[in-house]
T-cell receptor, first 112, second 114 residues
Framework: QKEVEQNSGPLSVPEGAIASLNCTYSDRGSQSFFWYRQYSGKSPELIMSIYSNGDKEDGRFTAQLNKASQYVSLLIRDSQPSDSATYLCAVEFTGGGNKLTFGTGTQLKVEL | EPEVTQTPSHQVTQMGQEVILRCVPISNHLYFYWYRQILGQKVEFLVSFYNNEISEKSEIFDDQFSVERPDGSNFTLKIRSTKLEDSAMYFC????????????FGPGTRLTVL
């Protein structure tokens, strides 16, 4: 069974701080990794995709991938109250076609 | 900016009734998906569709479910005889020419089965 694991949280950070969200996955050969943001009652919104080991930065967001450790993370710099949401890690597993397997998500709360 | 659209936003139905959920994927995308999310649970894959046929389906996607691309723009999910446990948010998603890549989700249809 191919799994994506996330700590459900909530993760509370003060406004302006760095939020660090983590995800592990079960298939070492997987190639495609995605972070989605989901506000309560809304659909997943794509934030970042990452395919290679290392860091990928987009504005205040940085995705980090370590395939050897089967670990992907999302850093949010200068966290804002509007970043308060559930962050979903999704993996396209090898041999799984194009389907995404999601983690349970980590709830982030950015406090004033 | 192009986006995936879904109708209706909320559907209430009686157990045993048929429902059709509709989606308009992003216009130049070739791969289409349905996912669902039961309240408080993970987003779960249902089915993927490419070149007018199902490319993959999950265990959830049994004979009660079907998908169709009736014309050049719409993509539909039909549930023939709804059960209470079908109550969930249903999300349509689409991705670009290569398939393996970023999937963009629609706003979802909340299905309530009474």
């Amino acid at each position: 069974q191919k799994e994506v694991e996330q700590n459900s949280g909530p993760l509370s950070v003060p406004e302006g701080a760095i939020a660090s969200l983590n995800c592990t996955y079960s298939d070492r050969g997987s190639q495609s990794f995605f972070w989605y943001r989901q506000y309560s009652g809304k659909s997943p919104e794509l934030i970042m995709s990452i395919y290679s080991n290392g860091d990928k930065e987009d504005g205040r967001f940085t995705a980090q991938l370590n395939k050897a450790s089967q670990y992907v993370s999302l850093l949010i710099r200068d966290s804002q109250p509007s970043d308060s949401a559930t962050y979903l890690c999704a993996v396209e597993f090898t041999g799984g076609g194009n389907k995404l397997t999601f983690g349970t998500g980590t709830q982030l709360k950015v406090e004033l | 900016e192009p986006e995936v659209t879904q109708t209706p936003s909320h559907q209430v139905t009686q157990m045993g009734q048929e429902v059709i959920l509709r989606c308009v994927p992003i216009s130049n995308h070739l791969y289409f998906y349905w996912y669902r999310q039961i309240l408080g649970q993970k987003v779960e894959f249902l089915v993927s569709f490419y070149n007018n046929e199902i490319s993959e389906k999950s265990e959830i996607f049994d004979d009660q479910f079907s998908v169709e691309r009736p014309d050049g723009s719409n993509f539909t999910l039909k549930i023939r005889s709804t059960k209470l446990e079908d109550s969930a948010m249903y999300f349509c998603a689409s991705s670009g020419p290569t398939g393996s890549g970023e999937q963009f989700f629609g706003p979802g249809t909340r299905l309530t089965v009474l």
